[in-house]
Nanobody, 122 residues
Framework: VQLQASGGELVQAGDSLRVSCVAS????????WGWFRQAPGKEREFVAA????????NYADSVKGRFTISRDNTKATVYLQMNSVNSEDTAVYYC????????????????WGQGTQVTVSS
C-alpha cells in the first residue's frame, strides 16, 4: 500500500494551488480520505476529509471557505484545492486513508502518504 502526494510548491500569499494524492496497492473506493498538515515546530493538524462517495466533507475552521477536498475513485486520487493561501498555510501536507468513520483524529487513519511541502511567501 502506497500513498503518493504531490503538487506542493512555493507560492505567494493570495495564490491558489492544488495538491493531490494517489493510492496504490489495493482498492480504496470505500475509504475516507483525509488531508493533514504539519508546520515546523507544531503538531500535525487536521485540514479536511471526504467520505467514500464524496457526499460528505469536513473542514478545519482555518481553511473553511478557502480549501476544497474532492476525490476521483476511478483514479484512486484525492485532491485539495487551496485558494487564497496565506503564510499560516505553510506546512507539509499529508494525505491519509481511513477505513473507519469520517473524522478529524489522526488515529482514525490507517495509511499515510509521505507529504508534500507547501510554502507561502508573504
Amino acid at each position: 500500500v502506497q500513498l503518493q502526494a504531490s503538487g506542493g510548491e512555493l507560492v505567494q500569499a493570495g495564490d491558489s494551488l492544488r495538491v493531490s494524492c494517489v493510492a496504490s496497492g489495493r482498492p480504496f473506493s470505500l475509504y475516507v480520505w483525509g488531508w493533514f498538515r504539519q508546520a515546523p515546530g507544531k503538531e500535525r493538524e487536521f485540514v479536511a476529509a471526504i467520505s467514500w462517495n464524496g457526499r460528505v466533507t469536513n473542514y478545519a475552521d482555518s481553511v473553511k471557505g478557502r480549501f476544497t477536498i474532492s476525490r476521483d475513485n476511478t483514479k484512486a486520487t484525492v485532491y485539495l484545492q487551496m485558494n487564497s493561501v496565506n503564510s499560516e498555510d505553510t506546512a507539509v501536507y499529508y494525505c491519509a486513508l481511513s477505513s473507519r468513520a469520517l473524522g478529524r483524529a489522526p488515529a482514525l487513519y490507517d495509511y499515510w502518504g509521505q507529504g508534500t511541502q507547501v510554502t507561502v511567501s508573504s
